[in-house]
């Protein structure tokens, strides 16, 4: 079983993100369990959401602990909460920005980066100040586990996302494209 | 077809195919996602129902109640003190022989304010004289709606189909959804065997002297005792239709178990987890995982249960000044079988606090290191105190 851990803020779309990969790694064969972490959700309030994946039934239904891999869609996340608990060494931190930030120790982790404000902007999603970034950021999260396939991602998003369906997809294959790690 | 859905709108969607006439409810976390759908449904056209807007849980039943009267199938979801206030009502309900089904999602009452996972708001409605089916993911959610449907309207009694807060109603994974030519297989319309109408006027519900009384109260119990048999009709049924079937108990690993487990909701499947690993490892743990709750299935816990070494049974509730439901419940059950087995009663995961495999681990091994039970109530997972 893997389980992933997203880190986000309230507008952000954060359990849209886990929802969508969900549908798409179901659609990938994969059985799937997926949920927000239940508190009052606000805007701007860090939020995280929960994802297992595996390839038998998932019978645990507790909140998860020890990540494999975290999504981190706004750097800052990192000052105020400790996004990398229980990660699992060797787990991928994949975060939203040009650089890794500064004077975090994250070493034993594979970092993978990803500009999704600029690919969320560049397909005009949200605003300048609220970008919409987690089609971006599960383009580049399929690509670094290299499942699912872009295709049944695109598949997933258009079934999910009720707006501006060809933007998200694009969002999606442009971070698919630009991740770096 | 397998979608990957919410466990609110597993019972949205049962709801939507039983092909439901009116709804009632007020919204309050963390049911409102269910009732969030069907007014969508209703609104859109892909339900052909009413969905009255009320000011309270207390009128949503109120409503509910009416419409039933009335003969059509009648739908309601709450919650916690949304639940509380329809107190008066469930009872009104159950005692008018009205088959309305209700989604039930356990949520904790304040204060302190929480909005999370306890059982106690269901558990505290259990001499209401309403069915309760407690369900453990989004599979069983959705099939045992649609089954509550036929059971209430088979036995004309009252169904709380009941689901754990966040953990099972705000938790997506894989759905196995019927197209609505299947449902209609197993579930045909509502044919009421009496029903308010201007061309018969009756009155209903009406003053009942002690001449009469005690034998309405015993009629409810008659209705009560053909549940058992009635369910398992239901399930061959919906098994013949669907491949599917869960029993009002069920027993896993239980035939060499040194200690077994009693767990409701979405706690039976994390124990399931738990049951396999301690199993390759030599352990003998099984587990039993309680569905029906009401009526209490006495003779299949019996059964199940009389021959067993010792029985752990977790509570994700209380009864203050007392102990946890579950623990008390079965050990009323077993207190009369000759030789029965030592019953440890364990309070954990109230007001949303997770039960991981953890917690069910260490239930097992502080059952199997003690003789007997120190205390009616163990509680784990509490903070050492400051």
């Known amino acids: ?181 | 077809m397998k979608e990957v859905i919410e466990g609110s709108h597993a019972v949205s969607e049962a709801v939507r195919m039983a092909r439901v006439q009116v709804m009632s409810a007020y919204p309050i976390t963390p049911q409102t996602h269910i009732v969030e759908a069907l007014s969508e449904y209703c609104a859109d056209g892909r339900m052909e129902a009413s969905f009255i807007c009320v000011e309270s849980e207390h009128s949503a039943m109120a409503a509910c109640i009416g419409a039933s009267s009335g003969g059509v199938r009648t739908f309601t979801a709450s919650s916690s003190h949304g639940l509380a206030l329809m107190h008066e009502l469930l009872h009104w309900a159950s005692a008018a022989r009205l088959p309305i089904v209700m989604a039930e999602v356990n949520r904790a009452l304040g204060p302190g304010w929480n909005i999370w996972m306890d059982q106690t708001d269901s558990l505290s409605q259990r001499d209401t004289g309403w069915i309760q089916l407690y369900c453990e993911d989004g599979q069983e959610v959705f099939d045992t709606t649609l089954q509550a449907f036929r059971l209430a309207e088979t036995v004309n009694l009252p169904v709380m189909v009941v689901l754990d807060a966040f953990f099972l109603s705000h938790t997506y994974e894989p759905v196995d959804l019927p197209d609505q030519e299947t449902a209609d297989r197993f579930l045909p319309p509502f044919v009421p065997n009496i029903r308010l109408e201007h061309e018969n006027p009756c009155a209903m519900s009406q003053m009942a002297p002690p001449g009469h009384y005690m034998e309405m109260r015993h009629a409810i119990q008659g209705a009560m005792e053909t549940v058992f048999e009635t369910f398992s009709e239901i399930e061959a049924d919906f098994d013949a239709v669907f491949g599917r079937k869960y029993g009002m108990l069920e027993a896993v690993e239980c035939e060499d178990a040194e200690v077994i487990l009693v767990v409701t909701g979405t706690a039976a499947s994390t124990c399931r987890q738990v049951v396999a690993d301690l199993r390759k490892k030599g352990e003998r743990i099984g587990m039993v995982k309680l569905k029906m709750f009401r009526p209490f299935p006495l003779e299949a816990i019996r059964e199940t249960l009389g021959g067993a070494r010792k029985i752990a049974v977790l509570d994700r509730n209380f009864s203050f000044g007392a102990s946890g439901i579950f623990a008390q419940e079965i050990r009323a059950a077993l207190c009369n079988h000759p030789g029965h087995p030592q019953v440890f009663g364990y309070i954990g995961g109230l007001g949303g606090r997770d039960i991981t495999t953890d917690t069910l681990e260490t239930i097992y091994r502080m059952t199997k290191e003690s003789p007997e039970p120190a205390r009616e109530s163990v509680w784990v997972g509490l903070k050492e105190e400051e």
Request: glycine fraction near 8%.
């Open chain 1, 1 to 181: 079983m893997q389980e992933i851990r997203f880190h986000g803020r309230g507008g952000q779309g954060t359990v849209v993100a886990s929802v969508i990969l969900a549908k798409a790694f179901f659609k990938a064969g994969y059985d799937v369990q997926t949920f927000p972490v239940f508190g009052v959700e606000r805007r701007g309030a860090p939020v995280e959401a929960y994802l297992r994946l595996d390839h038998q039934k998932i019978l645990i239904r507790s909140n998860l602990y020890t990540p494999d891999h975290i999504v981190v869609q706004d750097a800052k996340l990192f000052d105020v909460a400790d996004v990398t608990r229980g990660l699992k060494p060797g787990g991928w931190i994949l975060i939203n920005g040009q650089k890794p930030p500064q004077g975090l120790d994250l070493s034993g982790f594979r970092v993978a980066l990803v500009d999704g404000t600029r690919i969320a902007l560049e397909n005009r999603l949200g605003t300048r100040t609220h970008p919409i970034i987690n089609t971006a950021m599960i383009g580049a999260f399929a690509k670094i586990m290299e499942v699912p396939s872009l295709e049944i991602l695109q598949d997933a998003i258009s079934e999910e996302i009720p707006i501006k369906i060809q933007a998200n997809v694009d969002a999606a294959r442009d971070a698919y494209a630009a991740v770096r790690f």
